[in-house]
């Protein structure tokens, strides 16, 4: 198995810990760190997606079904 399969199915497959992917694991850490520099206020879907983007290949599709799939409110965009 090559290092690119093995980092796709980190991607996909949930951790036995919390039963979070790599992928949800990265999009919660960007939204505590952005709201963090936001001084808690609330960070745009944009914004995220594009911090998001540095870390993992998603569109922006894939990025608001996770976001469902972890109860995270959006703006509705």
Do not use: A, C, F, W
């Given at each position: 198995?090559?290092?690119?399969?093995?980092?796709?199915?980190?991607?996909?497959?949930?951790?036995?810990?919390?039963?979070?992917?790599?992928?949800?694991?990265?999009?919660?850490y960007?939204?505590?760190?952005?709201?963090?520099?936001?001084?808690?206020?609330?960070?745009p879907?944009?914004m995220?997606?594009?911090?998001?983007?540095?870390?993992?290949?998603?569109?922006?599709?894939?990025?608001?079904?996770?976001?469902?799939?972890?109860?995270?409110?959006?703006?509705?965009?």
């Amino acid at each position: 198995m090559t290092s690119d399969e093995l980092n796709t199915l980190l991607d996909i497959i949930p951790d036995v810990r919390d039963g979070l992917t790599r992928t949800e694991r990265i999009i919660l850490y960007v939204l505590q760190e952005t709201q963090r520099e936001l001084d808690g206020r609330n960070v745009p879907t944009v914004m995220l997606y594009g911090r998001v983007l540095e870390y993992v290949s998603l569109s922006e599709q894939e990025l608001h079904l996770y976001l469902d799939r972890l109860g995270v409110k959006g703006d509705g965009r």
